[in-house]
């Protein structure tokens, strides 16, 4: 059975910073993995999809890197703003999208 | 504008009851999934629909049921035999039979009262 392992579980940073978010799982039979963003008391939005074949994906400000092999992700976020401020979940599909989620890093970024 | 549609936002159960959370979406996907989310942890799969008229259980079914009649809507019951039913419950919905993007609903918050 897939397990999600988020690291840190809560991270609070100064405005403008770059920080990094860690994801690692246990199964790497994966087909892809995806990073999503929930603010509280809403649904997920989709940050980024990496497929199995694919190293890394970028959007604006947001670079995520998947090393299928070692069972790790990392989810770079670069000149950190207030708006950014969430829990941030990642989510490798084994089979048919059928999702693993770990339990969240939760990010405050200070004015 | 294309979505997943989840209604009602809040609902209240009474003990021995059955109750029905709306998932709706006019993406066009195939594939559609129940989630379900407790306070500080991650989402937990309930069912899954690659197609019409068939879906499976996901790691967390038992009290739960689910039909699959048209492909836009997918509707969650969560039986009396559910002892814990209080949640966030979270639809989900992809292309190509799940190896796309998971789009997501805004939740349905459930409460036992």
């Known amino acids: 059975k897939q397990e999600v392992t988020q690291i840190p579980a809560a991270l609070s940073v100064p405005e403008g910073e770059n920080l990094v978010l860690n994801c690692s799982f246990t199964d790497s039979a994966i087909y892809n993995l995806q990073w999503f963003r929930q603010d509280p008391g809403k649904g997920l939005t989709s940050l980024l999809l990496?497929?199995?074949?694919?190293r890394e994906q970028t959007s604006g400000r947001l670079n995520a890197s998947l090393d299928k092999s070692s069972g790790r992700s990392t989810l770079y976020i670069a000149a950190s703003q207030p708006g950014d401020s969430a829990t941030y979940l990642c989510?490798?599909?084994?089979?048919?999208?059928?999702?693993?989620f770990g339990d969240g890093t939760t990010l405050t970024v200070k004015p | 504008d294309g979505g997943i549609t989840q209604s009602p936002k809040y609902l209240f159960r009474k003990e021995g009851q059955n109750v029905t959370l709306s998932c709706e979406q006019n993406?066009?996907?195939?594939?559609m999934y129940w989630y379900r989310q407790d306070p500080g942890q991650g989402l937990r799969l309930i069912y899954y629909?690659?197609?019409?008229?068939?879906?499976q259980k996901g790691d967390i079914a038992e009290g739960y049921s689910v039909s699959r009649e048209k492909k836009e809507s997918f509707p969650l019951t969560v039986t009396s035999a559910q002892k814990n039913p209080t949640a966030f419950y979270l639809c989900a919905s992809s292309g190509r039979q799940g190896n796309e993007k998971l789009f997501f609903g805004s939740g349905t918050q459930l409460s036992v009262l």
């Open positions: 993406l066009n996907h195939d594939a």
């Open positions: 989510a490798p599909s084994i089979n048919a999208g059928k999702s693993t």
């Open positions: 629909s690659q197609i019409v008229n068939d879906f």
């Open positions: 990496i497929q199995s074949s694919q």
